[in-house]
């Protein structure tokens, strides 16, 4: 998936960075499946949160966003990944900053317009880029899923 920033992320929140709302959001696009929103640690200072991706991120895949440029972004994102859009009417930019502040994620946006928490969810887009597979009713990454369970529906 993307294991760097994702890992290097998990370290510092284990580190203990602090508690409250993330400032930062790492937006990484390595993967043609998916694109990945992950909240920086609270308190966690732009300076190292740069460095970190700059050590781990392959190089233009990754950067650092203002947390309240997310809705943007990702709408913007959107449009970028999505190839075949299978949950026509789904509001991206809104659907991940509800699904952020909700549960921190990380959540990606599928190339099919699938959303994606879950390292299932992740498997499933990369097995239904591969393969163009179209939509089943029980698709894991089906936006509806998520939206309904953190709330956000």
Same mark, same amino acid.
């Given at each position: 998936?993307?294991?760097?920033?994702?890992?290097?992320?998990?370290?510092?929140?284990?580190?203990?960075?602090?508690?409250?709302?993330?400032?930062?959001?790492?937006?990484?696009?390595?993967?043609?499946?998916?694109?990945?929103?992950?909240?920086?640690?609270?308190?966690?200072?732009?300076?190292? *949160? /740069?460095?970190?991706?700059?050590?781990? =991120?392959?190089?233009?895949?990754? #950067? $650092? @966003? *203002? /947390?309240?440029?997310?809705?943007?972004? =990702?709408?913007?994102?959107?449009? #970028? $990944? @999505?190839? /075949?859009?299978?949950?026509?009417?789904?509001?991206?930019?809104?659907?991940?900053?509800?699904?952020? /502040?909700?549960?921190?994620?990380?959540?990606?946006?599928?190339?099919?317009?699938?959303?994606?928490?879950?390292?299932?969810?992740?498997?499933?887009?990369?097995?239904?880029?591969?393969?163009?597979?179209?939509?089943?009713?029980?698709?894991?990454?089906?936006?509806?899923?998520?939206?309904?369970?953190?709330?956000?529906?």
């Amino acid at each position: 998936m993307v294991r760097g920033v994702m890992l290097a992320i998990g370290l510092a929140l284990l580190a203990g960075c602090g508690e409250g709302r993330s400032t930062f959001v790492v937006v990484e696009a390595k993967d043609p499946a998916f694109t990945v929103f992950t909240p920086s640690p609270p308190n966690m200072s732009e300076t190292l *949160l /740069r460095r970190i991706v700059a050590e781990s =991120a392959e190089p233009g895949k990754a #950067r $650092v @966003i *203002l /947390r309240d440029e997310l809705e943007a972004v =990702a709408q913007d994102e959107a449009g #970028r $990944v @999505i190839v /075949r859009a299978d949950y026509p009417g789904t509001r991206y930019g809104s659907a991940i900053a509800c699904l952020m /502040r909700k549960a921190p994620g990380p959540w990606g946006i599928t190339w099919n317009g699938g959303i994606a928490l879950t390292r299932n969810d992740y498997d499933d887009a990369r097995k239904t880029h591969e393969t163009r597979t179209p939509p089943d009713r029980q698709s894991p990454t089906a936006p509806a899923a998520h939206l309904v369970a953190v709330g956000c529906s």
